[in-house]
Nanobody
Framework: QVQLVESGGGLVQRGGSLRLSCAAS????????MSWYRQSPGKERESVASSTSAHSTNYADSVKGRFTISRDNVKNTVYLEMNSLRPEDTSLYYC?????????????WGQGTQVTVSS
């Protein structure tokens, strides 16, 4: 079955860096877009970055120039390199895959990894 396992979150000071990882299994990783989302208490989940099977990337305006998404199709892992972190980046970060199912397309999520940026 599909599994997405995030890691790499933690507590960091303003201006610091973290690298999140999402290890995927149960599907042909190289063939699908992988995305990072985040959600803070009381707010909707928002898209942060995505990487297509062709390695095309897209970023939310709030993280452009600071975050970099990358993927390793041998290790079946997607990464989110986060630099110049700000307190407003504090959130629970999730990775997501959109995969075909018997009834169409389905969203698959990991359990999330917490990022806390102190001021």
């Amino acid at each position: 079955q599909v599994q997405l396992v995030e890691s790499g979150g933690g507590l960091v000071q303003r201006g610091g860096s973290l690298r999140l990882s999402c290890a995927a299994s149960g599907f042909t990783f190289s063939g699908y877009t992988m995305s990072w989302y985040r959600q803070s208490p009381g707010k909707e989940r928002e898209s942060v970055a995505s990487s297509t099977s062709a390695h095309s990337t897209n970023y939310a305006d709030s993280v452009k120039g600071r975050f970099t998404i990358s993927r390793d199709n041998v290790k079946n892992t997607v990464y989110l390199e986060m630099n110049s972190l700000r307190p407003e980046d504090t959130s629970l970060y999730y990775c997501k895959a959109v995969l075909p199912t018997l009834r169409g397309w389905g969203d698959y999520w990991g359990q999330g990894t917490q990022v806390t940026v102190s001021s």
